[in-house]
């Protein structure tokens, strides 16, 4: 018997925490032997190319990964006709952690949190130790005539002793754990599951992973059976390769047909409409990698909630190691789907060095730039497409331009994704981009327009809007919560100021208006004065307008708050208590309508006028559609009028 050695101390701090592990993912062991296996194949052919060019005879088929399940020993055998280890390969490979990609792993398990990146990046060969109590590993190296055993039951040691094995690669068997009451092993015995797992981390591993797979079907009936006999079952078993190898990405773009792209979209993203826009990207030189990304019809039914995760599936050379992986999407396209497969990641990398790893940032600034690319091709040639697109992720861009504009206190202009927006306008059945906004634009309108409201249809018929329709200047209509603030933010879109109907005014008036205009606030100074009195609280200031036509009062605002941008506000979770943030109010009276004389009239009479200017007051808010701040007292003003 051979002398039991010690692992070294570090691979036995992590082969404890392996063997303890409370971590759920333990299948992640499978796509670690597996990634050993190919690495070892991948070496041994490599070597043979070497030696002769011709590989010796040798040749990508030649090799293969063989899983094998005896559930009656519970042992589970993963075969690879790989390089092999000698016995000191072995001891040292197989013995310290510093071996092995593990060894940045290793500098993070101080923190029993860290766990985590068992399941999401593996730890390489121990991760095995999670699921098996016993592990065998028999190799012989290539060019090497004697065969070893490296055997371990966990954390008390290894031994190495010689043993036979005919053919060079390496066999390893895992001795599977019973069951307990907190943790199911049975399932790795089940070749179902070992088929899922293989399709799941390892279906582009480039040589066959095979396994026997039981199957039944029905026996041929004999020729003299009567015509409604029943056909018996019977078991067999029959040799599958359970991964399909080539991954779609890196196949030639000219033999993937449509529907391989949308076969893979389907099965990969579980979305059974087939997706708006696909984006096969390969780049070479000094980053080298493969995406595929899917723009999809529609949002997951979780888009819009806490839930959703957003991010594209990294691949190492063929091996899944994280699923969404959010560092490859920037936030304002995170409705895309997609993968990307880079060659020079090592598979044990962890989230925290993921995302500072220098290549992973230029591939996703490459990413964010093919995506803006391809949004304005869709914008600018497929606009339906393109709407439909909108649609489901308009608001989400929205929400991301917002935060980046914010974050940077607006000094970063992002005026690439502004380009992606859409609105209903008054002027147009269709929607609408600022680019298209200002192409339109009639000689002498200066400003970019919008009110907000609850739909075109009520922004159109507010009081607001009359002089500037009627010019025939087109207004933005902003129907969702986030955009007067992201206008307020954004600004201006080259060079054209974003303006609020209602502070729109000056440029409205001609010259002899504008006098007239200071003229008429002159004479109704006191009125003004008394009218705003009367408002005490409600109002921060009456005043006269010329920009209103036919209606006899607006409500404006002045200062940074608006009446929507109030409403937006104090409808936010968390709203309730917090000092309120109040539009300041500005009640404006139209200079041309009668409803001045008549207010000049009555103002000596301090009751009715403060009557009339409630009154005022409340009509103006029901046209900006918000509700009368008192109603019974609306209600008994109206009374008062009538009786
Ligand atoms: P990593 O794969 O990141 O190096 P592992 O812990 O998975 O770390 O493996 C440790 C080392 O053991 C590998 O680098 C390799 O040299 C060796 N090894 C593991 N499995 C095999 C195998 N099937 N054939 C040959 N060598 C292997
Ligand atoms: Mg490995």
Redesign the pocket.
Known sequence: MSQTKQFQAESKRMLDLMIHSIYTHKEIFLR??I???S??ID?RYYQALQADGTGGGLTRESFEIALKIDKTARTLTVT?N????NAA?LES??GTIA????LQFKQEIGNAEEIDVIGQFG????AAFMVADEITVE?RKIGEEDAWRWHSEGAEGFTVAPCEKADV??V?RLRIKENTEQEQYDEFLEPYRLRELVKRYSDYIRYPIRADMPGSRPKPLPEDAPEDAQPEWETYTERQTLNSMTPLWRKNKNEITEEDYNGFYREAFHDYEPPLRIVHAATEGDITYQALLFLPAKPPANYYSKEFEKGLTLYSNGVMIMERCKDLLPDCFSFVRGIVDTQDL???ISREMLQHDRQLKRIAANIEKKLKAELKSLLEEEREKYHALYKSFGLNLKYALYAILSQSYGMQREDALAAFLEFTSTARETPVTFAEYIAAMPEGQEYIYYASGESAAQIKRLPQCERLTEKGWEILCLTDDVDEFLFRILREIEGKELRAVADAGEELESEEEKTALESAKENAKTLLAACKEALEGKVAEVTLTTRLKTHPVCLGTQGGVSLEMERVLQSQPGAEGAPPLKAERVLEINANHPILQKLTAIQEDADTLKRYALLLYNQALLIEGFPVEDAVEFSNAICSLMV
Do not use: P, Q
Not at 82 to 85: A, D, N, S
Not at 99 to 102: C, F, H, T
Not at 123 to 126: A, D, L, Q, R, S
């Open positions: 670690e032997l990634s050993n296996a690495d070892a070496k690879d790989g390089c092999g280890m390969e490979n197989l071996r092995s990609g593990s730890v390489g060969f121990y190799s690669g390496t390893i090592s598979l044990n």
